[in-house]
Antibody, heavy 119, light 112 residues
Framework: EVQLVESGGGLVKPGGSLRLSCEAS????????MNWVRQAPGKGLEWVSS????????LYADSVRGRFTISRDNAKNSLYLQMNSLRAEDTAVYYC????????????WGQGTLVTVSS | DVVMTQSPLSLPVTLGQPASISCRSS???????????LNWFQQRPGQSPRRLIY???NRDSGVPDRFSGGGSGTDFTLKISRVEAEDVGVYYC?????????FGGGTKVEIK
């Protein structure tokens, strides 16, 4: 069974940093593109970032480019999102989602981790 | 960016009756490989999103056959043939053809 478990969310002040993790199990992590998608409270879904299986292509939404860094460790079956210079508008539940175009995008999702940016 | 426009925003439905959600994209979603990367996701209250339909009309494993997807180019539809109580939630379309990936604003399905 595919499992994606996010962690690392919490309360952080504007301008602060946070590192999210997503631990994967039940599939061959190293062969999948992985993604972060977020959802602000009461709002819709917003794609944040994607990383290919070997980390040779990485893409970001304009809203986070230059502040967030996606990375992965295939030996540890883990995906990460380093978030710097956080703003109030980054407040959201952050989901880890499996799969790129080859798997028709986002075929499995984690339960999400809440990031709250507030003073 | 490709704008995904869903309608209606809210869809009250009687149990056992059909429901239909529209999704329109601001550009064609046909990719260079000939595929159309248009997905539908369901988000039940308090839960993570779940993919229902991929590439316009392909149902994911475990998705009841009362759900169906259709359309082409820039106009797409998700249909529920007979709404059940467990179908309550928000439905999102999403395009995976162009960067950045974009979602529709969501359609809330509720029981009358």
């Amino acid at each position: 069974e595919v499992q994606l478990v996010e962690s690392g969310g919490g309360l952080v002040k504007p301008g602060g940093s946070l590192r999210l993790s997503c631990e994967a199990s039940g599939f061959t992590f190293s062969t999948y593109t992985m993604n972060w998608v977020r959802q602000a409270p009461g709002k819709g879904l917003e794609w944040v970032s994607s990383i290919s299986s070997r980390s040779d292509y990485i893409l970001y939404a304009d809203s986070v480019r230059g502040r967030f860094t996606i990375s992965r460790d295939n030996a540890k079956n883990s995906l990460y999102l380093q978030m710097n210079s956080l703003r109030a508008e980054d407040t959201a539940v952050y989901y880890c989602a499996r799969g790129g175009r080859a798997s028709d995008w986002f075929d499995s999702w984690g339960q999400g981790t809440l990031v709250t940016v507030s003073s | 960016d490709v704008v995904m426009t869903q309608s209606p925003l809210s869809l009250p439905v009687t149990l056992g009756q059909p429901a239909s959600i529209s999704c329109r994209s601001s550009q064609s979603l046909v990719y260079s490989d000939g595929n159309t990367y248009l997905n539908w996701f369901q988000q039940r209250p308090g839960q993570s999103p779940r993919r229902l339909i991929y590439k316009v009309s392909n149902r994911d494993s475990g998705v009841p056959d009362r759900f169906s997807g259709g359309g082409s180019g820039t106009d797409f539809t998700l249909k529920i043939s007979r709404v059940e109580a467990e179908d309550v939630g928000v439905y999102y379309c999403m395009q995976g053809t162009h960067w950045p990936l974009t979602f529709g604003g969501g359609t809330k399905v509720e029981i009358k």
